[in-house]
């Protein structure tokens, strides 16, 4: 039989040195994260209790050190958080405020899944307005009007709450999130297909200004501005675009951010609160309390650290799960036999170079050649390009398909100024490609919902009677504090928990407090950091910046130390990562904590062993454990996309004329001086460097013209001798003999 023994919502809030403290049998001591502080067993705290910030973190070990004491002393939490996303952290948030004492475990880093692979906006959602519309006026509502105007409210009613919950992420958290505008461009008066395939949106190039304020007049008029941008002023703020068939331009604006910041900072502020935040923790069993020989309610989780391999319990009057897309695996712990209840759907993004969408200025492309939205936004100093959407399982990888690359490349270009077009002609390649990724949304419906319950627009909030978990999904990245408010008022409900009302409509996150504008000045002035590194500091840890810089101070360098050229990273945030944001793993430094491999794929491999170095020295790793890490990372960062299409690897090449198609990676049909560099490059051989390149391709170019042609290629190789063919033998362990020549070419030896 499980003996609780209950702690005060103060006493929860700081148990990290826990390993140390010793139980009797009725009560029992917790260290605080300040050792001199003891606090004794306590009655629960109730709703008149003020919940505690500390902006000084509890190191990983010590939030673990919590568990594994209150594991061994059977320590009932009031609830218990499964998933680090965006919602999970929410979750876990909302309840610590309410004076909750609370637990999130995440199996891996904090918003590594869904919640750090979205579009990068805080949007309100004006393609819901339209898909509603078009929904009504759908010729088969006439026989169910009444229906059809439930729905449509259903869905302006949701639109109206993303609108509240973007105005109240932007204006609590100012040093994570900013206005974005975001052009539509329209080169007719009447469009025909219309867009979403209803007639009546033939119109929209005629109404869309009007639409706009009616979006803007959702918020109560507090976004900026949208209004029209002619063509010659879209011309000089945006130069890339094919201006000369546009009517006009509709300018309006949504939220924008680094999301897998943003999430880790909720998880973080949720520590701060006092909850008990853990990442690379799994939940792998679920704990029943028994009732006359028979399982009964839930009453915690058998937990796995995985990092060291520990398993041990985790107890809590109320569970929630909240996995995004990988909630029914959760489910599936739950009960082997429940009823799914989420279905995803990927969405692709690719990175291009910053110089696609300059001075801060995004389009969305209302009319996509399948009738979705692509936005084209400006990210981090680089342009994005988003979304896809494929259903289908949710996995882990974000290794994207190559033809949804391609699909995004093609819509990229029916609005860029193309090659050919004077001066002015741009060619979008597929060398230009960065970095891409893909990540998996939910779709969620109720399994636990009475017959002839309506299908959710918007999240879901399911509760098993039978077990007592209660599980949310569904929902956008704008709403995760207006989720996480809805779950934990049923849990409260359900459970008869006391705790006071959601207070995180008024909570800045980490780093909000006392922050302004002025910031990156005044790190310029104090630290002599550059103002593009000081913007990157002041957005990425608001008035927590100082602290990074001030580990400058052991290296004795004013201005921080560049972890590599044309980036703002410095070395002296992975060390603060590690020792003061729980970062663990050399993964989740380069995806995550920094979005280099978001951002710049190969830049983030060049960077592995500089990072893994730092990163060993603040953790304290092994060379086995470095080398692991390393490992780990490389094989992560491999599938991401990149420069190179994946078709291009070693393995797929057979025959001389694989390695030319391969080196074409454009497409065009000849290889340019930058393809030959960057295959060169991506298979293991780069140029000593830019004299020996352009050596080599003169040597095959020999019409001088800057294309190598297949013809050019092949004969190239035919006059190959082995001394010659050093680079080509280092990457595929082929010669001319093992080949032969053009259409005779055998097989190679890789």
Not at 114 to 141: D, E, H, P, Q, V
Not at 328 to 344: F, G, H, M, Q, T
Not at 599 to 607: G, N, P, R, T
Not at 724 to 735: E, H, K
Request: charged share 25%; hydrophobic share 35%.
């Amino acid at each position: 039989m499980l003996r609780v023994v209950r702690i005060s919502r103060q006493g929860q809030a700081r148990l990290a040195a826990a390993a140390s403290a010793t139980a009797a049998v009725g009560t029992v001591g917790f260290v605080l994260s300040r050792p001199h502080q003891f606090l004794d067993s306590a009655p629960l705290a109730t709703s008149a209790s003020t919940p505690v910030r500390n902006s000084v973190i509890p190191s990983r070990d010590e939030q673990l050190s919590t568990l594994l004491t209150s594991s061994q002393n059977k320590v009932e939490f009031d609830v218990l958080v499964v998933g680090g996303g965006a919602t999970g952290a929410g979750t876990a948030l909302d309840a610590c405020t309410r004076g909750l004492s609370t637990v999130l475990i995440e199996r891996g880093d904090f918003g590594n899944e869904t919640s750090s692979r979205s579009t990068k906006l805080i949007w309100a959602g004006i393609r819901y307005i339209a898909t509603a519309t078009s929904a009504l006026f759908r010729f088969r509502n006439i026989t169910r009007p009444i229906e059809a105007i439930k729905d449509f409210y259903s869905e302006f009613h949701m639109v109206a709450n993303c609108h509240k919950e973007r105005r109240l992420l932007l204006d609590n958290n100012p040093h994570l999130t900013n206005w974005q505008p975001i052009a539509v461009p329209f080169d007719k008066w009447i469009s025909w297909p219309p867009p979403f395939g209803h007639p009546l949106f033939s119109i929209a190039p005629l109404v869309m200004p009007a639409v706009f304020k009616f979006y803007d007049g959702m918020s109560g008029f507090t976004c900026p501005p949208s209004h029209i941008m002619g063509k010659s002023r879209a011309d000089r703020k945006f130069p890339q675009l094919a201006t000369e068939e546009a009517k006009y331009y509709s300018v309006f604006y949504e939220g924008s951010h680094n999301d897998a910041r943003t999430a880790t900072y909720i998880a973080l502020t949720a520590a701060e609160h006092g909850a008990c935040v853990t990442n690379y923790t799994e939940m792998v069993d679920v704990l029943y309390e028994e009732k006359d020989g028979k399982r009964g309610k839930a009453i915690g989780v058998k937990v796995k650290d995985r990092m060291s391999g520990k398993v041990f319990d985790v107890y809590a009057k109320s569970i929630v799960f909240a996995g995004g897309p990988f909630t029914d695996s959760l489910r599936k712990i739950e009960d082997e036999n429940s009823k799914p209840a989420v279905a995803a759907a990927a969405g692709t993004h690719i990175v291009l170079p910053g110089y696609y969408c300059s001075n801060g200025i995004g389009m969305l492309d209302i009319d996509t050649s399948d009738g979705r939205f692509l936005f084209f936004l400006p990210w981090q100093g680089k342009t994005l390009v988003g979304t896809t959407d494929r259903k289908g399982p949710a996995e882990s990888s974000p290794g994207p398909p190559e033809e949804e690359i391609r699909w995004l490349l093609n819509e990229c270009k029916k609005y860029l100024a193309t090659a050919g077009e004077g001066a002015k002609g741009l060619e979008v390649r597929r060398t230009d490609v960065l970095s891409a990724w893909q990540g998996f949304r939910p779709l969620a419906s109720d399994p636990n919902a009475p017959p002839g319950a309506p299908v959710s627009r918007d999240h879901v909030i399911s509760h098993n009677p039978d077990t007592g978990i209660t599980f949310i999904t569904g929902g956008k990245w704008t709403t995760y504090r207006e989720m996480a408010e809805d779950v934990m008022d049923r849990v409260i409900k359900t459970h008869g928990l006391e705790a006071g009302p959601c207070t995180t409509d008024k909570i800045k996150l980490r780093g909000g407090e006392g922050y302004t504008r002025n910031l990156p000045i005044q790190l310029v002035q104090q630290f002599g950091v550059s103002q593009s590194v000081a913007e990157h500091l002041a957005r990425s840890y608001g008035t927590h910046a100082g602290e990074v810089l001030e580990l400058q101070k052991k290296k004795n360098k004013r201005g921080g130390s560049l972890l590599l050229p044309n980036y703002p990273y410095l070395e002296e945030e992975i060390e603060y990562a590690c020792k003061s944001e729980m970062c663990t793993s050399l993964t989740d430094m380069l995806t995550l904590r920094m979005r280099l491999a978001f951002l710049d794929s190969e830049a983030a491999v060049a960077v592995l062993p500089k990072v893994a170095d730092v990163m060993a020295n603040a953790l304290g790793w092994s060379r086995s454990k470095k080398q692991d890490q390393l490992k780990q990372a490389q094989e992560s960062l491999a599938k991401f996309g990149g420069p190179v299409p994946k078709k291009a690897e070693q393995k797929s090449l057979k025959t001389i004329e694989d390695v030319f198609h391969a080196f074409d990676v454009n497409n065009t049909g000849y290889i340019d001086h930058d393809e030959l560099k960057l295959c060169m490059k991506h298979f293991g051989a780069p140029f000593k460097n830019e004299e020996e390149a352009n050596t080599t391709f003169k040597a095959i170019d020999k019409n001088d013209d800057g294309k190598i042609t297949k013809e050019e290629f092949l004969e190239w190789w035919g006059r190959l001798k082995r001394r010659q063919t050093r680079t080509l033998n280092d990457i595929y362990s082929i010669t001319p003999e093992k080949l032969g020549d053009g259409a005779d070419s055998r097989g190679a030896a890789f």
